[in-house]
């Protein structure tokens, strides 16, 4: 049964601190991807990544960062967190190059920033 | 103009109702058309893929036109456990990896 896991259900931080949220699955999956979403504006893609240590800006980037050492494992990293980065993270995973095969995600971050 | 665009709802509809829902792209290029059902507070999953002929899996009938740029999704005989957002999701294949989610259409399907 595929699988993609996520460090945090919930998470509240406070304006200005740094974050991290992980995403780790066991498929061996090539693609991992991390995206917000926020009501009324479906999922956004923030980054992601190819392969190890390889990645691609998405639409939104700004404020965030990622890394990808070990092929399972994404992380998204709020350098200053700040209120308007309050949102639902999703992580997803995808094997190959194609774009007609299926996201499998995670069951998400729901980040609080105060 | 969005990229993808669908009805945002809810639409409201009693057990055994037929619903359809339409989803409208703007890259004519576009290569992979899908439907993501996403449950209250759960991930999305993939329910179906839309190809080009059409497809039925069940009572869930995906339909595609490429002249008018849409996609469509029907629901037959709803069920109270069709009740979810349903995500239209486009590949415009332009760069291979990125992905175009709408932002949902609700369902409510009532007793």
């Known amino acids: 049964d595929v699988k993609v896991t996520q460090s945090s259900r919930y998470l509240v931080k406070r304006t200005g601190e740094k974050v991290f949220l992980e995403c780790v699955q066991d498929?061996?999956?090539?693609?991992m991807f991390w995206y917000r979403q926020d009501p009324g504006l479906g999922l956004r893609l923030i980054y992601f990544s190819y392969d190890v240590k390889m990645k691609e800006k998405g639409d939104i980037p700004e404020g965030y960062s990622v890394s990808r050492e070990k092929k399972e494992r994404f992380s998204l990293i709020l350098e200053s967190a700040s209120t308007n980065q309050t949102s639902m993270y999703l992580c997803?995973?995808?094997?190959?190059?194609?774009?007609?095969?299926?996201?499998?995600f995670g069951p998400g971050t729901r980040l609080t920033v105060l | 103009r969005k990229e993808v665009e669908q009805d945002p709802g809810p639409f409201n509809v009693p057990e055994g109702a037929t619903v359809a829902f339409n989803c409208t792209y703007s890259?004519?290029?576009?290569?992979?058309f899908f439907w993501y059902r996403q449950d209250c507070r759960k991930e999305p999953k993939l329910l179906m893929s839309v190809y080009s002929s059409g497809n039925e899996d069940g009572r869930f009938t995906a339909q595609l036109n490429r002249a008018s740029q849409y996609i469509s999704l029907l629901i037959r005989d709803s069920k109270l456990s069709d009740s979810a957002t349903y995500l239209c999701v486009v590949n415009p294949m332009t760069g291979g990896f990125k992905t175009i989610f709408g932002a949902g259409t609700r369902l409510f399907v009532k007793a």
């Open positions: 890259n004519s290029a576009s290569q992979s």
């Open positions: 498929m061996d999956h090539e693609n």
């Open positions: 997803a995973s995808r094997t190959g190059t194609s774009g007609h095969n299926e996201q499998f």
